[in-house]
Structure formats: structure tokens, C-alpha cells
Nanobody, 123 residues
Framework: QVHLAESGGGSVQAGGSLRLSCVGSRTTSSTNCMGWFRQLPAMGREGVATIDGHGSTDYADSVKGRFTISKDNANNTLYLQMNSLKPEDTATYFC?????????????????WGQGTQVTVSL
């Protein structure tokens, strides 16, 4: 059983940066689709970014140009670099992982999830 553990959340002012990490208990290179989602209380999970086994990435329109997803297979770690943070980025951020034919937000929803890390952006 693979486990995922997020870290790196915190409180920052608008315009600031944070880098989230997601460590897998097994090699990330064996999983061809990984991604980040975020969730507000009483709301559904919104896809933020995905990365497939070839390193191709996809982003939600709301974070394009500000967030960067990457992974370090040697350290079994997925990252989300978040720059120019806005108050509307405030949420609990989750990483997800799944082996699928086509990497996408919908396909990841049925995958393995971490426990989440809180990001709070204030004015």
C-alpha cells in the first residue's frame, strides 16, 4: 500500500510564495499520474495541477503562470511551487496519485490521496 504525505502549508500574505511537498512511500516513478487538488470547507475538491510520467503538466486556469508542479523521482516527492499567492488560493491542498492510461483531474479523483496541508493567504 502506497501512502502519500503532504507538507509545506502555512500562512502567508498575498503576493508571497509557498512550496508544497508530497512524499510517497513508494517510488513516484512507478506512478504515471500525480497531481494537486484543493478544497474549501463544505466545497468539492478542485483540480490544481497534474503531471504525467513523461513530465507533461496541466494546470487549472486560475493558477496558470503562478503555480508550478514538478516531481523528483529519486526522492519519491511531488512538489507544488506557488508564487504570487492570492487570498482565493486559501484552501486545504491534497496530493493524489494513480496509475492510469491518461493523466487528468477526473482520472486522479479515484486514486490515492494524502491527508492534506492547509494554505492560508491573507491580504
Amino acid at each position: 500500500q502506497v501512502h502519500l504525505a503532504e507538507s509545506g502549508g502555512g500562512s502567508v500574505q498575498a503576493g508571497g510564495s509557498l512550496r508544497l511537498s508530497c512524499v510517497g512511500s513508494r517510488t513516484t516513478s512507478s506512478t504515471n499520474c500525480m497531481g494537486w487538488f484543493r478544497q474549501l470547507p463544505a466545497m468539492g475538491r478542485e483540480g490544481v495541477a497534474t503531471i504525467d510520467g513523461h513530465g507533461s503538466t496541466d494546470y487549472a486556469d486560475s493558477v496558470k503562470g503562478r503555480f508550478t508542479i514538478s516531481k523528483d523521482n529519486a526522492n519519491n516527492t511531488l512538489y507544488l511551487q506557488m508564487n504570487s499567492l492570492k487570498p482565493e488560493d486559501t484552501a486545504t491542498y491534497f496530493c493524489a496519485s494513480r496509475r492510469v492510461d491518461y493523466c487528468s483531474f477526473p482520472s486522479l479523483r479515484a486514486g490515492l490521496w494524502g491527508q492534506g496541508t492547509q494554505v492560508t493567504v491573507s491580504l
